[in-house]
């Protein structure tokens, strides 16, 4: 039996689609399902919120989401990565790096940026916005991080900075601009699911050839 031929059986029995959890552009998401060999129509987007990244999954409402750096939750497993996201920053139109073509992430320490959001793991934060630039520097995480549209707005009326990745670029407002940080390494990004119960075959054939497919490389 040939690899398609349990995904046709899938169809043909109306396996439902994989709720598949994300944060920002769907792009990112996308990519990894085309790089799987997937149809769009196979993979149900679901957002989720930074602040309660693990609700969605938790409470059984998401199959699989997106994830980058690494995960330490017992409760949860993670595939190997199946894509890189470059770093960026995102800043207010009026913000004097807002004309960079890119930046050192010694000079957003100049900057405040914002602090973990809500039950968001500070490990991983610390990943997303560094205590410390590689020289030292202290960044300051000054501004609470809440819903998107907070962000925006603080963003819009402060010199803050927003250390985050370059696939927000596709979902950024007019009035923000997404610079990118030469001097941190992307991001790497992975799916996290349930340990238990184990998830249906369907949604781990789907695990298997997003890594299968994956450009992290």
Same mark, same amino acid.
């Given at each position: 039996?040939?690899?398609?031929?349990?995904? +046709?059986?899938?169809?043909?029995?109306?396996?439902?689609?994989?709720?598949?959890?994300?944060?920002?552009?769907?792009?990112?998401?996308? &990519?990894?399902?085309?790089?799987?060999?997937? #149809?769009?129509?196979?993979?149900?987007?679901?957002?989720?919120?930074?602040?309660?990244?693990?609700?969605?999954?938790?409470?059984? !409402?998401? #199959?699989?989401?997106?994830?980058?750096?690494?995960?330490?939750?017992?409760?949860? &497993?993670?595939?190997?990565?199946?894509?890189?996201?470059?770093?960026?920053?995102?800043?207010? &139109?009026?913000?004097?790096?807002?004309?960079?073509?890119?930046?050192?992430?010694?000079?957003? &320490? +100049?900057? !405040?940026?914002?602090?973990?959001?809500?039950?968001?793991?500070?490990?991983?934060?610390?990943?997303?916005?560094?205590?410390?630039?590689?020289?030292?520097?202290?960044?300051?995480?000054?501004?609470?991080?809440?819903?998107?549209?907070?962000?925006?707005?603080?963003?819009?009326?402060?010199?803050?900075?927003?250390?985050? *990745?370059?696939?927000?670029?596709?979902? +950024?407002?007019?009035?923000?601009?997404?610079?990118?940080? *030469?001097?941190?390494?992307?991001?790497?990004?992975?799916?996290?699911?349930?340990?238990?119960?184990?998830?249906?075959?369907?949604?781990?054939? *789907?695990?298997?050839?997003?890594?299968?497919?994956?450009?992290?490389?």
């Amino acid at each position: 039996m040939t690899d398609s031929a349990p995904l +046709a059986a899938d169809r043909l029995l109306g396996t439902p689609p994989v709720r598949l959890g994300i944060h920002g552009s769907p792009d990112l998401a996308a &990519a990894i399902i085309r790089a799987a060999g997937r #149809d769009q129509n196979e993979v149900e987007l679901v957002g989720y919120e930074v602040a309660d990244p693990f609700r969605g999954l938790r409470a059984k !409402e998401l #199959d699989v989401m997106i994830v980058k750096y690494g995960l330490r939750e017992p409760d949860l &497993a993670v595939s190997r990565p199946v894509a890189l996201d470059p770093r960026a920053v995102i800043v207010g &139109a009026h913000h004097p790096l807002a004309t960079h073509a890119s930046v050192s992430v010694e000079e957003l &320490a +100049a900057y !405040e940026g914002f602090r973990c959001p809500g039950a968001f793991p500070e490990y991983v934060w610390d990943e997303v916005v560094p205590p410390r630039t590689p020289k030292g520097r202290r960044i300051r995480r000054a501004y609470e991080m809440g819903t998107v549209k907070g962000l925006m707005g603080t963003l819009s009326g402060t010199d803050a900075v927003h250390l985050t *990745f370059q696939s927000l670029e596709a979902v +950024a407002p007019a009035r923000m601009k997404v610079v990118p940080i *030469f001097d941190l390494p992307p991001a790497p990004v992975s799916l996290a699911w349930l340990r238990t119960p184990e998830p249906a075959t369907h949604i781990m054939r *789907f695990i298997q050839d997003a890594e299968n497919g994956s450009t992290a490389r």
